[in-house]
């Protein structure tokens, strides 16, 4: 049998990473005219398309057709990839269309984490929500929203600079610039809380000394029954970026071992499985 000279396997890659690039720009799906409209436009011959062996993966990721068939055989691990660099972080990796959102707003979470913080929110009904990491805004928005739908409670967002925050029309919520381990913001936020719930959402810098801090800082607002919570240890897990060798979820299980009032909910608050907050979602049990 004839094989196809290494020049020519090279040229198949080519030209099906082009066409790739053409579908994706064009924001079209495979189709006979997408395939001519290709040809014409990058001077490639049909014949180079029709018989190019790659061509099929790509029409059965660019397809109209749901791809839910061939991914079911995904592992998490693959999924969970897929996510942080399309869905979770579409933002960072030239990935801004898909990036999630929530009314509109980027939001750097995932949808079951966003579920089971309407299902906290729910139980311990908080008087204010503290953020610490904001970005954008779209996650004091998600929260905001939920508040707005109990009829109680309000959202402190706290980062060093608020200058990505794009904001709404929220009269629940409220912002600080600043450190958020900076005994002033911590003093700041004693005074702005007076005495109220809380439920604290650690997710600014990862490494684990940083976010060690924040839980030490922060839990004396969370009340029993309520939450602490250290954002993104699955980054631990995955080495997603940034990829602190020791980040939250090391910063998680040392305070859980150094603060026996604190334990990793992961009954109730990882049941989905999915989640980037793994040994994450610390429950005050003790006063
Ligand atoms: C992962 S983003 C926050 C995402 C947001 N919570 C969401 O879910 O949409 C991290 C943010 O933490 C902020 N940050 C980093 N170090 C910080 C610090 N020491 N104090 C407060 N914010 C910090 C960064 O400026 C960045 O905006």
């Excluded at 924001?27 to 180079?48: E, I, M």
């Excluded at 409670?153 to 009269?171: A, F, H, W, Y």
């Excluded at 922060?218 to 080495?239: C, Q, T």
């Amino acid at each position: 049998m004839k094989t196809a000279s290494a020049a020519a396997q090279a040229l198949d890659r080519e030209i099906a990473r082009d066409y790739v690039r053409f579908l994706v720009d064009a924001r079209q799906t495979d189709s006979p005219r997408a395939r001519l409209d290709f040809c014409a436009r990058a001077q490639v011959h049909p014949k180079l398309l029709h018989y190019n062996p790659h061509i099929r993966d790509v029409a059965s990721l660019f397809g109209d057709a749901s791809n839910v068939e061939r991914l079911l055989d995904m592992t998490l691990r693959d999924y969970l990839y897929y996510h942080y660099y399309f869905i979770h972080q579409g933002y960072r990796y030239g990935a801004g269309d898909l990036q999630q959102r929530w009314l509109g707003q980027d939001i750097i979470k995932t949808p079951w984490d966003c579920w089971i913080y309407q299902e906290i929110i729910w139980e311990t009904k908080p008087d204010i929500v503290i953020e610490l990491g904001v970005m954008f805004g779209g996650a004091s928005h998600f929260f905001a929203s939920i508040l707005d739908m109990i009829g109680h409670g309000e959202v402190l967002g706290i980062d060093l600079t608020l200058e990505k925050v794009r904001s709404i029309n929220s009269k629940r919520i409220s912002y600080l610039a600043g450190s958020s381990t900076a005994p002033e913001t911590i003093e700041e936020v004693r005074r702005r809380v007076a005495g109220r719930r809380a439920l604290v959402i650690a997710d600014s810098d990862h490494e684990k000394s940083h976010v060690l801090a924040e839980l030490r800082a922060y839990a004396e607002f969370v009340p029993v029954g309520g939450y602490l919570v250290a954002e993104d240890s699955l980054n631990d897990v995955m080495g997603h970026h940034p990829v602190p060798n020791e980040g939250p979820q090391a910063a998680a299980k040392a305070f859980a071992a150094e603060n026996d009032c604190f334990v990793a909910d992961r009954r109730f608050a990882e049941r989905y499985i999915l989640t980037l907050n793994p040994d994450g979602y610390l429950k005050r049990v003790k006063p």
